[in-house]
């Protein structure tokens, strides 16, 4: 959807993307920025495509078992990955990711930390940052931490 929305942004005086994502996983087999390629982000989709239909999700060897789906990690992950190749090739863009953390709704049966209102001001405050702020950077609610 992000890249459907590329020529869009370029128009803009200041264009903004914030991707919310998780923040376990991703640091790990996409965390490596000197190297990261949409390629790279496809092999490890690929892998976990491949290993889903040999039946290895749980196989802990590929680091698929998590508390949530997998597939849920993975998809986040990935988005991690995009938020900084992104933000790599539209240097004038601002581009970020943000970790919302354990947010109270349905899925986690109310019993995260945050309201969802709290959650949602992490992003605004992100897609409101100052021309010239950080991009391609990753946020815990608000503080800068490393991917």
């Not at 959807?1 to 005086?13: H, K």
Request: some cysteine; charged content about 20%; glycine content about 6%.
């Amino acid at each position: 959807m992000t890249q459907t929305f590329l020529p869009l942004l370029q128009l803009s005086d200041s264009p903004r993307i914030v991707n919310n994502v998780k923040n376990e996983w991703a640091r790990g087999v996409l965390g490596d920025a000197e190297h990261l390629s949409e390629e790279r982000v496809e092999q490890v989709l690929n892998r976990f495509l491949k290993d889903f239909k040999d039946g290895l999700l749980d196989n802990k060897k590929h680091r698929w078992t998590a508390a949530y789906s997998p597939c849920y990690v993975l998809s986040k992950a990935s988005l991690s990955a995009y938020t900084r190749i992104i933000a790599k090739r539209y240097p004038s863009f601002c581009v970020n990711c943000v970790c919302p953390g354990y947010v109270k709704t349905q899925g986690t049966f109310n019993l995260g930390n945050y309201t969802p209102e709290e959650a949602a001001g992490a992003a605004v405050r992100l897609a409101l940052l100052p021309d010239g702020g950080p991009s391609g950077r990753y946020f815990s609610m608000m503080e800068e931490a490393s991917f």
